[in-house]
């Protein structure tokens, strides 16, 4: 394995990022474990039964994944970088928090793996060697709410209302950014 710019090894990013994603994933379980179980709600219904705790579980990898994005960019000093990932981090964690309490018609799900998917395949930030893996994750987490959204809940409206938000992040973060970020 070589050395990107830096002399920062692969091998280290690799076993960063993952450490970065695992340690949100064990926060998620014990936030999920403090919230107690999440209703459905398709579009502004409350349906009458939990999202499974895998589902809900199922953010976290890639929340963390996107956190390992911001220390990366924090690490190469790319302030501008930083300040819009940050950005869309935390409006998409308030949305996705929020949206339940306040039946906004959103899927938090597909709004974080689009623009976790999108980001890989459109910003040149961060240098991600392994971006092809992290977007193949990102594309079975997304089939995978798709496939639960639309054949266990019948709710097309919040998958394509999140995968359109998320394409609208990316977009502005794009154009935040410019072509080299």
């Known amino acids: 394995m070589g050395r990107p710019e830096?002399?920062?090894?692969?091998?280290?990013?690799?076993?960063?990022?993952?450490?970065?994603?695992?340690?949100?994933?064990?926060?998620?379980?014990?936030?999920?474990?403090?919230?107690?179980?999440?209703?459905?709600?398709?579009?502004?219904?409350?349906?009458?039964?939990?999202?499974?705790?895998?589902?809900?579980?199922?953010?976290?990898?890639?929340?963390?994944?996107?956190?390992?994005?911001?220390?990366?960019?924090?690490?190469?000093?790319?302030?501008?970088?930083?300040?819009?990932?940050?950005?869309?981090?935390?409006?998409?964690?308030?949305?996705s928090h929020s949206r339940l309490e306040l039946r906004i018609p959103i899927s938090g799900h597909s709004l974080l793996f689009t623009c976790f998917m999108i980001r890989r395949a459109w910003?040149?930030?961060?240098?991600?060697?392994?971006?092809?893996l992290e977007l193949a994750l990102g594309a079975a987490l997304l089939a995978m709410v798709a496939a639960v959204k639309l054949l266990w809940w019948g709710d097309p409206v919040t998958l394509a209302v999140g995968v359109l938000a998320g394409l609208g992040f990316t977009w502005v973060g794009r154009w935040l950014l410019g072509r080299d970020g």
Request: hydrophobic share 55%.
């Open 6 to 95: 830096g002399g920062y090894s692969v091998l280290m990013s690799l076993w960063k990022r993952w450490s970065i994603a695992t340690g949100a994933t064990l926060v998620g379980t014990l936030y999920l474990y403090w919230k107690g179980p999440v209703p459905v709600v398709r579009v502004s219904d409350t349906l009458p039964i939990d999202a499974p705790f895998w589902y809900m579980l199922s953010a976290f990898p890639a929340l963390g994944l996107l956190l390992a994005d911001l220390a990366d960019l924090a690490r190469e000093r790319r302030w501008r970088a930083v300040l819009e990932l940050a950005a869309q981090i935390l409006v998409m964690v308030a949305l």
């Open 123 to 132: 910003l040149p930030v961060p240098a991600i060697p392994w971006r092809r």
